[in-house]
């Protein structure tokens, strides 16, 4: 009996060393998010367009974080592909004034490209209008940025997203409301629903802008949640939401709007979170 236990033991001991050496190592599996993606698209608004940060008034696309070719701001494309191929292979769809019922347009043009990143930073003009009644509605918001989803999944399944969350307009009033010059600026309307009547601290006034401040923060709330069902979606976890901005980084022109420096800042959020090996917490 003992015999036959220790020859079945080794013919077992045999079949598993003989397994082991003759079974081939698994392949790695690919990782879903590429940290060196090799083309760039922007979509969103006037921040991606760059503007008011080199002339007043006006677009400066080649100051833009995402794909900007100014060597001062240093964009997420530039760090990412160098020079010479940002300026083949990264494209700037983003246009001024655009809200969040825009975006679907703006990811089919980015779609035709069939980018490996493709940047979104869109929603303060949801939030920046004559009226608080006038923001858009939390669920059209969800409706159309689940639409833009769609149109890019459609058209570039594999292309991976970069989602910005809006910046705070709370923060911004806060930091630029003591320049006068920006205070006579803010008088022609810019982003009225926060940056009206700047220095009226009467309760309703208070009530308005926190009104803002909650309608910015749930948008972000839907950017987190409409991309963490996207697998190929990165949030940046509220970096541009929570960063503050000082005067060195608005520009002098509205005090709204970042300048060169703060586009360079935003550039560099966006670079860690895309180079992260995990996703932003």
């Known amino acids: 009996m003992t015999a036959t236990l220790l020859a079945v033991s080794g013919a077992l001991a045999g079949c598993s060393g003989s397994g082991d050496g003759d079974a081939e190592p698994s392949p790695r599996p690919t990782p879903v998010w590429n940290r060196s993606p090799a083309s760039v698209a922007a979509v969103g608004d006037s921040i991606t367009r760059g503007f008011d940060a080199c ?12 794909t900007g070719t100014d060597s001062e701001v240093r964009s997420l494309a530039l760090r990412l592909l160098g020079a010479p191929a940002t300026k083949n292979r990264s494209w700037n769809h983003a246009q001024t004034g655009a809200k969040m019922s825009d975006l679907p347009g703006q990811m089919a043009q980015a779609a035709q490209r069939e980018p490996e990143l493709v940047t979104v930073m869109v929603g303060a003009n949801d939030a ?3 009226t608080a009644r006038q923001m858009t509605p939390v669920d059209d918001f969800r409706t159309s940025f689940e639409a833009s989803m769609r149109q890019l999944r459609a058209g570039a399944p ?18 630029g409301r003591g320049n006068p010059l920006g205070r006579q600026i803010w008088k022609l309307g810019i982003c009225a629903t926060m940056l009206g009547d700047s220095q009226d601290m009467s309760e309703r006034a ?13 948008y972000n709330g839907v950017l987190k949640d409409v991309c963490a069902k996207d697998r190929r979606c990165r949030y940046d976890g509220g970096a541009v939401f929570d960063y503050r901005f000082t005067g060195e980084q608005l520009s002098h022109w509205d005090w ?17 979170n ?6 932003p917490a």
């Not at 002339?55 to 995402?66: H, R």
């Not at 594999?158 to 930091?175: F, I, N």
């Not at 208070?206 to 749930?218: F, G, H, L, T």
């Open 128 to 130: 920046c209008q004559d």
């Open 206 to 218: 208070k009530k308005r802008r926190d009104n803002v401040y909650e309608r910015v923060v749930a």
């Open 274 to 279: 895309v180079t992260s090996a995990k996703p």
């Open 55 to 66: 002339v007043v008034l006006a677009d400066c696309p080649q100051a833009s974080w995402s």
């Open 158 to 175: 594999k292309a991976q997203v970069y989602v910005s969350s809006v910046p705070d307009l709370k923060r911004l009033w806060s930091t």
């Open 256 to 272: 709204f709007h970042p300048s060169k420096n703060g586009q360079g800042r935003l550039a560099e959020i966006a670079y860690r």
